[in-house]
Every structure is written in structure tokens, then in C-alpha cells.
């Protein structure tokens, strides 16, 4: 994804004048810094027209003599609005039309089509092969604007709809407290990860965590004081993990699942040993003061080869049986497989 989402002005407010907000991290849109038009038409002057006039407006014009140019165009810089001529040589506006709708875009492209042909039976061919709207030639450029307008709020919407199901989709699968993945995460990712490192022979290293006598921080200094030890503890062991590659998700109350992939079980047991020395190590700082916290980690791996391939039950299985034992043998210590 490249580019920053944008916003034209309300309607009568400078319309035209192209505002870009701030940038809305991993909510950006595919649509890049000014709204694009793609002017496709056989005819230079009908071409330069149009462009000249929408250049007027404030859009970014990118112009194509037939359908086919379009699509290569479209396949270089992706445009929002495409604004065709139906009579083409090569490819008409009819199949440009098609063509668009018949593939995956990064976001809609409203599609306006723009012939002479104006019996009711053409404006539906139009309509039927994908366009949005249908304007007779010759246009009056203040309708062509309005049209254009049109266009663009029937996209803001579809922008808005699609940032806020990305984030409805990022909600589902995020702790709200701490902001790692949930559980639900965990059990859909882990086997595919798995499934990836199988299919290489790769190794793939499991952390499972716990926060030691965690209820009594609870108990003692309230459930508030609880809340920040656990972010805290997180912010902690997401701070040593290989960013876009390892992954935390917290898997119930004070115990958490770091997933090491291409890691195998030396190196997750070093992993392992440096987080429990980083979380006893000093006191997380609380509104109830420091507080002295500790945690124990139970490490599981899939050994790379062929060998040994537990799936993602399995292998969380064997890291909360060496979570026990690290909680059995006294807390604030690792345990992995054969009292490691
Ligand atoms: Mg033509």
C-alpha cells in the first residue's frame, strides 16, 4: 500500500482544492495524495479537453487513447476515476468497462462513460457492463463536475467502510488491554504459521508465559494496579521480540504465547531466559509504586526437519506442561522439554 488517504473539501467549501490529512498509520488507503482521473478517449482533442478542464478542478489527470492503454495505465498507478469514451479502436469503452470489473482493485473504481450514443438501450449496455454512471456527449463541464463529485462521495463512503471493517477485523483478533493479539489469534495463526515452517523444515519456537502470583497484585493493590502490571509485563516482552516476525498473544488472564518462528529450541530457551531476567530484573513502575513481579516460561519448539511435527495443539500442550513444571520447580524460572 503506498499513498496517503485524502479528502476533497464539502461540497462548496473550495471545491476542487484537494485537502490531504494526516496519515492514518495502518489505515492508509491505496488512493494516492490527490484524486486521480483516468481520461480515456481515441480523440487528442476530446482528450486534452477533458484533461484540461479537470486539471482546472484540481485532479491529477491520466489520460489513454484506448481501453487497453487504460488498463496498463491502471496497472502502473491505481486511479480511483475512470472517465471513458465508449467508441475506441482496440479496446472500446464497453470492455474497458468489463475488463475493470472483472478484477481485484486495492479499492473501487468508480467508472463514468462517455459516448454519443444515447438510445436506452445503449445507456443499459453501459450500465450492464460496469459503469457507475453514463453521460451523452457533448457535456456540459459544469454536469461533468457534478458527476465527478458524485463519484467522489460514493468512493469517500466506500473508504470509510473499508477502514472501519479493517479496523472491526484488527478489534476482533487485539487484547484490549494490552493491545497484543487475543486468543483467538493465537488459535487461527499458530497453525498456519506452523503449517509454513512445516512445508520448509524450518523450526518454530513457543513461549509460554505467566505471571507469578498475579492474584495477589490483584488482591492487594486492586484490579487497576493489575491492569498496569499486565501492560507492563507485555510492553516488556514485545520490546525483545523480533519486530513483524515473533508474536505475542494473550491467551486468558496473566498468561501469554510468544510464537518464535524460525527460531528453534536453544534459541527460544535464550529468548526465554532473557524476558524472565527482564521482567524480575527491576520493578514495574505502578500508581500504587514499584511492584516486584515475577514470571515463569515453559518453551516448546518444533525442531526443524521432518522429524518431529507437533501441530499447534501439541505444542502448546508441551509448553504448559514445561510452564508447570517451571511453576512447580518455584517460579521465576524457564523450563523446556527434558528439564532444560
Ligand atoms: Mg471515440
Request: with cysteine; hydrophobic share 40%; net charge neutral.
Amino acid at each position: 500500500m503506498s499513498g496517503q488517504p485524502t479528502r476533497v473539501a464539502a461540497d462548496g467549501a473550495g471545491e476542487g482544492r484537494v485537502l490531504t490529512p494526516p496519515c492514518h498509520g495502518d489505515l492508509q488507503t491505496a488512493v494516492p495524495d490527490a484524486w486521480t482521473v483516468l481520461v480515456v478517449d481515441d480523440h487528442p482533442v476530446a482528450r486534452r479537453l477533458l484533461e484540461a478542464q479537470l486539471e482546472r478542478e484540481g485532479y491529477l489527470v491520466i489520460t489513454a487513447a484506448n481501453g487497453r492503454e487504460a488498463l496498463e495505465r491502471l496497472s502502473g498507478r491505481f486511479c480511483p476515476l475512470v472517465l471513458t469514451d465508449w467508441m475506441m479502436p482496440e479496446m472500446d469503452g464497453l470492455e474497458l468497462c468489463r475488463a475493470i470489473r472483472g478484477r481485484e482493485w486495492d479499492s473501487y473504481i468508480y467508472l463514468i462513460l462517455l459516448t454519443a450514443r444515447d438510445s436506452l438501450d445503449d445507456v443499459l449496455m453501459g450500465l450492464e457492463a460496469g459503469a457507475d454512471d453514463y453521460l451523452v456527449k457533448p457535456v456540459h463541464p459544469m454536469e461533468l463536475s457534478a458527476r465527478l463529485r458524485t463519484g467522489r462521495r460514493i468512493l469517500a463512503l466506500e473508504r470509510t467502510l473499508r477502514d472501519r471493517n479493517r479496523e472491526i477485523a484488527r478489534l476482533a483478533v487485539t487484547d484490549p488491554l494490552t493491545g497484543v493479539y487475543n486468543r483467538r489469534y493465537l488459535m487461527e495463526n499458530l497453525p498456519r504459521e506452523l503449517a509454513r515452517v512445516r512445508r520448509y523444515g524450518h523450526p518454530l519456537g513457543l513461549i509460554m508465559c505467566d505471571l507469578d502470583h498475579f492474584k495477589e497484585v490483584n488482591d492487594t493493590l486492586g484490579h487497576a494496579v493489575g491492569d498496569e502490571v499486565l501492560k507492563e509485563f507485555t510492553r516488556r516482552l514485545a520490546g525483545q521480540v523480533r519486530q513483524g516476525v515473533d508474536w505475542l498473544a494473550r491467551c486468558g488472564g496473566e498468561e501469554f504465547v510468544l510464537v518464535l518462528p524460525e527460531t528453534d529450541l536453544a534459541g527460544s530457551l535464550a529468548v526465554a531466559r532473557r524476558l524472565r531476567h527482564l521482567v524480575a530484573a527491576t520493578p514495574f513502575a505502578t500508581t500504587a509504586g514499584p511492584v516486584r513481579v515475577t514470571a515463569s516460561f515453559g518453551v516448546a519448539a518444533r525442531p526443524p526437519g521432518e522429524a518431529d511435527s507437533p501441530d499447534a495443539e501439541a505444542l502448546l500442550a508441551r509448553a504448559d506442561a514445561c510452564l508447570y513444571q517451571a511453576k512447580a520447580a518455584g517460579r521465576n524460572r524457564v523450563a523446556g522439554p527434558g528439564g532444560r
